[in-house]
C-alpha cells in the first residue's frame, strides 16, 4: 500500500489528527471547507492541501473524513466533486465523522460498486485525545479494509477496535454517548450540590475521585465546572446531534434509554440559554440557572 493519505475535516478533532498522520510519515493531502485552515495546516505539518475532496482523494490509498453530521459527510464523500470519486479501485475510506450506521451502510454500498474499501471509525477522547494522539477508536467493516486501515489510524489512537461489519463502529459509538449522558447530568449535580452545601467542591472531588464515583468526565472536567468555564471541547450541538442518533436509534431496535432522552432535552435548555457550542460539561449551568 502506498503512503499517500487524504484527511477531510480540519476541525477540532481533525487537524490534529491529520497532523499525526503526516508525522507518522504518511504524504498527506488535506481538505477543508474553508480553505484557510487547509492552508495553515499545511503550513504547519508540511503536507499539502486541495481544494475539493476529489482533489484530495486523487491516488490515496487511504482517505479519512472527520466533519460534522450524515449530510456533511454525504457532501464531501458523493459527486463529482466528493473524495470518491477521486479515489482507486482498492484504497479505503476511514469515516471518523460521529454518524448514523445508516449513512456508514448506504455509503459502503456506494463504495463497494466502485471497489473502495469502507470503515466506519468514530473516535472518543476529544480534544484532548485527538491533541495528544492517544484516540479510542471503534471501527466497522472488514476485517481486510480494518487492517489496511489500522497501521494510520494508529497515528493518532491508543486503542482501535473492529466491533462487526459496517455500522458496527457508529453503533458502538452510541453506547459511549449514552453512557456520557448519565454521567455528566450525575458529575453536574453532584458538583452543585456540593458547592450549595457549602463544601469546597475542589476538596469533594480529590477524594471522591479515588472511589466509585470517578470517571472520565470527573477526572477531565471537574475543576472547569466548578470554574464554571466551557469555551472548549466536545460541544452542546453535537452531543444533541448524538443523541438524536441514540434515540432514533434506540426507537428502531427497541431500546430503552428514558435517561439519555431526559439529558439530551437538557442539552436543548442549554442550547437555549446560548450553550450551542460550550463543551457537554455545560450541562451544570443549566441547574445554577435553575436554582
Ligand atoms: N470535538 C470533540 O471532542 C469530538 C469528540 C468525539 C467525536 N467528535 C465528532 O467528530 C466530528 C467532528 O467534530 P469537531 O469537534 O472536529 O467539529 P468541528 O470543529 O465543528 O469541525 C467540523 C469540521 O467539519 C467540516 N464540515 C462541516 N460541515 C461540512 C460540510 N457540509 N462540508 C464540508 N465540510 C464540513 C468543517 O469545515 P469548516 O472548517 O469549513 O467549518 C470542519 O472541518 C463530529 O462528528 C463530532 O461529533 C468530536
Not at 79 to 94: K, L, N, Q, T
Amino acid at each position: 500500500m502506498n503512503k499517500k493519505a487524504a484527511f477531510i475535516g480540519l476541525g477540532v478533532m481533525g487537524y490534529p489528527m491529520a497532523g499525526f498522520l503526516q508525522k507518522a510519515g504518511y504524504e498527506v493531502t488535506v481538505y477543508n471547507r474553508t480553505t484557510s485552515k487547509a492552508e495553515k495546516w499545511a503550513a504547519e505539518y508540511g503536507g499539502s492541501f486541495a481544494t475539493t475532496p476529489k482533489q484530495a482523494a486523487d491516488g490515496a490509498a487511504l482517505v479519512m473524513a472527520c466533519v460534522g453530521n450524515d449530510d456533511d459527510l454525504r457532501s464531501v464523500v458523493l459527486g463529482d466533486d466528493g473524495a470518491f470519486a477521486g479515489m482507486e479501485s482498492g484504497s479505503v475510506f476511514v469515516d471518523h465523522t460521529t454518524a448514523s450506521s445508516e449513512v456508514a451502510v448506504e455509503l459502503a454500498g456506494v463504495a463497494k460498486e466502485l471497489g473502495i474499501g469502507f470503515v466506519d471509525a468514530p473516535v472518543s477522547g476529544g480534544q484532548a485525545g485527538a491533541e495528544n494522539g492517544v484516540l479510542t477508536v471503534m471501527c466497522g467493516g472488514s476485517q481486510k479494509d480494518f487492517d489496511l486501515a489500522v497501521p494510520a489510524i494508529d497515528a493518532y489512537s491508543q486503542a482501535c477496535k473492529l466491533m462487526g461489519d459496517v455500522g458496527a463502529g457508529q453503533t458502538t459509538k452510541m453506547v459511549n454517548q449514552i453512557c456520557i449522558a448519565g454521567v455528566l447530568q450525575g458529575l453536574s449535580e453532584g458538583i452543585h450540590f456540593a458547592q450549595k452545601a457549602g463544601l469546597d467542591a475542589e476538596k469533594v472531588i480529590e477524594v471522591i475521585s479515588k472511589g466509585a464515583a470517578q470517571s472520565w468526565q470527573m477526572e477531565n472536567r471537574y475543576k472547569t465546572m466548578i470554574a464554571d468555564e466551557f469555551d472548549f471541547g466536545f460541544a452542546v450541538d453535537w452531543m444533541r446531534k448524538d443523541l438524536g442518533i441514540c434515540l432514533s436509534t434506540a426507537k428502531r431496535i427497541g431500546a430503552s434509554i428514558p435517561n439519555t432522552a431526559l439529558v439530551d432535552q437538557y442539552y436543548a435548555d442549554v442550547q437555549n440559554m446560548g450553550g450551542g457550542r460550550h463543551d457537554t460539561s455545560s450541562l451544570i449551568r443549566r441547574l445554577r440557572k435553575l436554582s
